[in-house]
């Protein structure tokens, strides 16, 4: 299985400021033949299933507000929002789906 | 618009077989491409993948639990079924089903979830 390790565990960050999330897999989801890193980020908060806010390590999803963004290749991938909201207060996941099973880092919880 | 909403029992006793039912709209599992896939979740945890059914049928579970895991469909219904036997205490967890794709199994639409207690 690929292992998903995320750095940090819990981060707080002042409202405006930055936020960066890491996650480092135990082997490359990248795949040569298409060149694509099969990593997503997901934001989930209190009661409420995972939302979907990047895939393909950089590509954000429709709606998302682009102070999310994803970047890294391989193995070492990170989240950034650029400009910390109230509503940004979440457990970020990364997954990678390069391999089954998929797996699922063990959460940053990002507070204000 | 895509919706999927799980359904089955909240409680379960230890060694009997837990049915989960997604049932879905917006998009059709016999779609070239497209695949449904089940996450769970035990209350404070992180998110663990348990298995994913595919458009032409074709399907992949966890192996710590592929012995105990059943997927299937049922086009006509819009409804994916997953069936975990044995139960225990230890899944003891929220189960969401959610929209996925075979090309690449990120899910960008999720089930809202339900809470599943094993217990006596």
């Known amino acids: 299985d690929i292992v998903m390790t995320q750095s940090p565990e819990s981060l707080a960050v002042s409202l405006g400021e930055r936020a960066t999330i890491n996650c480092k897999s135990s082997?490359?989801?990248?795949?040569?033949?298409?060149?694509?890193?099969?990593l997503g980020w997901y934001q989930q908060k209190p009661g409420q299933p995972p939302k979907l806010l990047i895939f393909?390590?950089?590509t954000r999803q429709s709606g998302v507000p682009d102070r999310f963004s994803g970047s890294g290749s391989g193995t070492d991938f990170t989240l950034t929002i650029s400009s910390l909201q109230a509503e940004d207060v979440a457990v970020y996941y990364c997954?990678?789906?390069?391999?089954?099973?998929?797996?699922f880092g063990q959460g940053t919880k990002v507070e204000i | 618009q895509i919706t999927l909403k799980e359904s089955g029992p909240t409680l379960v006793k230890p060694t009997q077989t837990l049915t989960l039912t997604c049932t879905f709209s917006?998009?059709?599992?016999?779609?070239?491409?497209?695949?449904v896939g089940w996450i769970r979740q035990p209350p404070g945890k992180a998110l663990e993948w348990l298995a994913i059914?595919?458009?032409?049928?074709?399907?992949r579970y966890s192996p710590s639990l592929k012995s105990r895991l059943t997927i299937a469909k049922d086009t006509s219904k819009n409804q994916v079924v997953l069936k975990m036997s044995n139960m225990d205490p230890v899944d003891t967890a929220t189960y969401f089903c959610?929209?996925?794709?075979?090309?690449?199994?990120?899910?960008?639409?999720w089930g809202q979830g339900m809470l599943v207690t094993v217990s006596s």
């Open positions: 959610a929209h996925g794709y075979a090309s690449g199994s990120y899910y960008d639409h």
């Open positions: 059914l595919y458009w032409d049928d074709d399907n």
């Open positions: 917006g998009f059709s599992l016999s779609t070239n491409g497209v695949a």
């Open positions: 997954q990678q789906y390069y391999s089954t099973p998929q797996t």
């Open positions: 082997q490359s989801v990248l795949y040569s033949s298409d060149n694509k890193n099969y």
């Open positions: 393909w390590a950089s």
